[in-house]
């Protein structure tokens, strides 16, 4: 019998694709070394990439049971409690810089989050994708191992 794939599997893969488009930008070394054309790239898939991680965790959330937990706020706090996330400043971090992104441009502003994506959010963000892999491939039996 073949077993579909849950609706935070579906988004996980897409979350997985985001996610590679930016580590080739920000595997790239040098932040300084890149175009600023290249910066709003990488800046931009960092804004998807964000997005496809906390709704995916939002619909890992629902498919666990959890039927009022929506938006990004509450999926984060309750992703900390059951252990899919780590490290509450940076991610808390990571969610304003993403708020930065949508509402105002500043090169300053532009280049901190650049550097931020490079040295700190794509770590955070590829964590999470090991995390969901685990889960997703059963090598994980609790979030407390």
């Known amino acids: 019998m073949e ?21 080739e930008v920000a595997e790239k ?19 998807y ?9 939002q619909d890992i959330l629902l498919y666990k049971g959890y039927q ?19 490290d509450e400043m940076q991610w808390r971090k990571m969610k304003k810089s993403r708020e930065l992104t949508s509402h105002t441009y500043n090169s300053d502003t532009a280049d901190d989050i650049a550097k931020n994506i490079a040295a700190e959010y794509y770590k955070l963000l590829k964590t999470l994708e ?10 994980q039996t ?3 191992e």
Request: proline share 2%.
């Open 3 to 23: 077993q579909k794939d849950t609706r935070w599997e579906q988004r996980f893969a897409n979350f997985k694709k985001a996610l590679a488009k930016l580590g």
């Open 29 to 47: 070394g040098n932040i300084d070394d890149l175009s600023e054309l290249e910066k709003e790239g990488m800046i931009q898939r960092f804004e």
């Open 49 to 57: 990439s964000f997005e496809l991680a906390w709704k995916t965790l």
């Open 68 to 86: 009022d937990i929506a938006g990004p706020n509450p999926v984060l706090e309750q992703s900390l409690k059951d252990g899919y996330i780590t």
């Open 130 to 139: 090991q995390r969901l892999e685990a889960e997703r491939g059963g090598k």
């Open 142 to 144: 609790s979030i407390f």
